[in-house]
């Protein structure tokens, strides 16, 4: 298939797209690339791309497309609460429109990015799709809005579904250290501390990198009578832990390591547990291969390859927040999030 992978320059964009290469699809990005020096391992993807900001997109852009897979965006919670306008704008807005170009353009796949943020404060319960949306921020809020949105949008040329990702760990091109596991296996192996900055309570549902990309591709591959106008939980109903369990598995793993809790570590609003059965059970291609344990060694293995330093993690270089405030303050991006240049 010809397919449009917005984002395609992210943390799971780069596995995406190489595994888009794989599958045999005729993949371009479209990417403004805000971390563009941020790359951790150097085999980043090389496919034809737009080097353009999704607020731009034009019908052009989107026209000639089987699919197009749209994940570009503010793709965290740090990144949605810096300013919530500019979430709205980029996440929100931005991916509507993106939507109804698509539709106009005679694009007949359009598969979002959603989050399983979407649940917010869930508590014990094992969430399903048919569960309630009740998301705490604003990133939350942008992923509930855009498949609200894009649901009437569904007829018999245009089908959009909805991936709603665990939240994701593992090695990639463009290794994020702002997610739990790759973090907790960072401090773990550069300083001997697994050092929880919350009390460790919330539940989360946790999935590898290459995990989400094979979703992506099964979705991608499949009867579109299967896929149309439906979300899917993404991850293994198996793989839900508190963050205290991440922390312990990082310290079996990581030689010498202790847990640590922060002296001023509170709470944290955002606790579901999901089930992930939806997927699997109706896309037979689709196999989840990691788990979080198998995870961590492969993290560490790799932080122990290239001798990670806690610079390299905790800096600017790797945190996505702290990234764009350094290119913010350093007049590189301006305020709305644009490069200057
Ligand atoms: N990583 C996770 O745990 C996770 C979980 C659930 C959902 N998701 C969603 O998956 C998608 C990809 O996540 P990721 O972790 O790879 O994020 P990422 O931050 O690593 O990558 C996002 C990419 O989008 C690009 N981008 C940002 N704003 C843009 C704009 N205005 N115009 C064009 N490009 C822009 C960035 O340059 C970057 O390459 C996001 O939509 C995210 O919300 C991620």
Request: hydrophobic share 40%; charged share 25%.
């Amino acid at each position: 298939m010809n397919v449009l992978v917005t984002g395609h320059l992210g943390y799971i964009g780069c596995v995406l797209t190489q595994l888009l290469i794989e599958h045999g699809h005729d993949v371009h990005g479209l990417d403004s690339d805000i971390y563009r020096n941020c790359t951790f391992v150097d085999c980043v993807p090389q496919v034809p791309y737009l080097n353009k900001d999704v607020r731009d997109i034009t019908l052009d852009d989107v026209t000639g497309y089987d699919a197009i897979i749209h994940l570009a965006g503010l793709s965290n919670d740090p990144l949605g609460d810096y300013k919530p306008s500019l979430t709205d704008s980029i996440n929100r807005k931005g991916s509507i429109r993106l939507a109804e170009l698509a539709k106009a353009a005679g694009v007949p796949r359009f598969i979002f990015a959603s989050s399983c943020s979407n649940y917010g404060a869930a508590g014990e319960t094992f969430l399903d799709e048919s569960a309630a949306f009740n998301p705490v921020t604003p990133y939350g809020e942008s992923k509930v809005a855009v498949e609200k949105a894009l649901l009437p949008l569904a007829d018999d040329e245009f089908s959009p579904t909805f991936l709603r990702a665990s939240t994701a760990y593992g090695v990639s091109p463009r290794l994020r250290f702002d997610l739990v596991v790759n973090n907790l296996t960072a401090w773990a192996f550069t300083t001997g501390r697994v050092y929880l900055k919350s009390d460790g309570t919330p539940w989360r549902p946790l999935v590898h990198v290459e995990d989400i990309a094979r979703a992506y591709v099964a979705t991608l591959e499949a009867p579109l009578e299967m896929v149309h106008a439906r979300a899917f939980n993404v991850g293994q109903t198996s793989e839900n832990y508190r963050i205290s369990d991440i922390a312990e598995m990082v310290e079996d793993c990581v030689p010498n390591s202790k847990v640590e809790f922060s002296v001023d570590g509170g709470p944290d609003k955002r606790c579901y547990r999901v089930d992930c059965n939806l997927l699997s059970r109706t896309l037979h291609g689709f196999k989840p291969q990691w788990t979080v344990e198998r995870g961590i060694r492969q993290l560490y293995e790799k932080y122990v390859e290239v001798g990670l330093k806690m610079e390299d993690f905790e800096g600017a270089r790797f945190q996505r927040i702290a990234h764009v405030k350094h290119l913010i303050s350093s007049n590189i991006l301006n305020e709305e999030m644009r490069w200057i240049a």
